[in-house]
């Protein structure tokens, strides 16, 4: 009799043991990394204006402009437990994890940006993640022409591009495109050309571009001058790859779009053939076919 009730004792005891298991939320492992949830390549989603998501709004004295953002940040680890972010235009900032979030480390970190000719300061940079969705928000310091101009991003969401998937990524992108009516107001359409005197002019974009699938992640541009244009892609953004292409005497030193199916936002910088260069900041196209 002894022996049984030792045995139903140790049975129960064992019982309990695993029921407080279950129960017991699991802790982290030790080794679990605060990074983690942003570490890896992020696009950002198609702008909307309607909702100013990832419109970022530039005040030029008085005068507000807007203007999409699109492209990509990688997110990698850094020295000193930093995290670096890397944007398809050049520029690396430093991150540190805080709580949930990323954070700038400090708020005086400048990039020279070659795209735009411009040097700015980041001096608000807050990154939240849920799983493979981004949500940010940005303020920075434009310097343009001795002046200092306020730029904000109040909207600012972003995919993780390992989330897409190829099939999506060809009908996001396949077809013909036109390029909107030139909007003066909201400087769509409309690129800053530059040739022996740094006096920029604003001149018109028109004509249609024909997406077509390439090898492996890659996607063909033609232009109405019958030149090809290779683009990596990856989820809803193309980037030019390699970075710098030439054809027919046209030299693209950044490409970067984005699309949805119907809706397609641009950014481009190069060389025209008579030497003069161009960057268009706010590109708009519509499919047509």
């Not at 101009?149 to 009908?171: C, I, K």
């Not at 040739?195 to 024909?210: C, L, Q, R």
């Not at 699938?213 to 033609?222: F, Q, S, V």
């Amino acid at each position: 009799m002894t022996h049984f009730t030792r045995r139903t004792r140790t049975r129960s005891l064992s019982l309990l043991a695993l029921l407080t298991a279950a129960l017991t939320p699991c802790a982290a492992p030790a080794s679990a990394d605060p990074a983690a949830p942003f570490l890896g390549v992020w696009n950002y989603d198609q702008p909307d204006r309607s909702t100013m998501t990832n419109i970022a709004t530039l005040d030029l004295g008085g005068f507000p402009a807007t203007f999409p953002q699109i492209g990509t940040v990688v997110f990698s680890h850094g020295d000193n437990g930093e995290i670096l972010g890397h944007t398809d235009q050049g520029c690396t900032w430093r991150f540190r994890v805080e709580g949930t979030a990323l954070e700038l480390a400090t708020p005086d970190q400048h990039c020279f940006n070659h795209i735009i000719d411009s040097e700015y300061n980041i001096d608000r940079w807050r990154v939240d993640t849920d799983g493979d969705q981004e949500r940010e928000t940005m303020h920075a310091n434009s310097y343009q022409g001795g002046s200092t101009f306020s730029f904000e991003l109040a909207a600012g969401r972003r995919t993780r591009a390992a989330a897409g998937h190829r099939a999506d990524t060809v009908r996001a992108f396949t077809g013909s495109w036109r390029f909107d009516p030139v909007d003066p107001a909201r400087l769509i359409n409309l690129a800053q050309v530059s040739g022996a005197s740094p006096v920029t002019v604003p001149t018109p974009i028109g004509g249609t571009i024909d997406f077509r699938p390439g090898p492996g992640d890659t996607m063909i541009a033609r232009t109405t001058d019958g030149c090809d244009w290779t683009f990596e892609t990856h989820g809803n953004t193309a980037e030019l790859a390699p970075e710098t292409q030439s054809c027919g005497g046209n030299t693209r030193t950044f490409w970067s779009a984005a699309a949805d199916g119907q809706r397609q936002t641009t950014i481009m910088a190069g060389v025209a053939p008579d030497g003069s260069r161009f960057s268009l900041t706010t590109g708009e196209l519509t499919r047509v076919s």
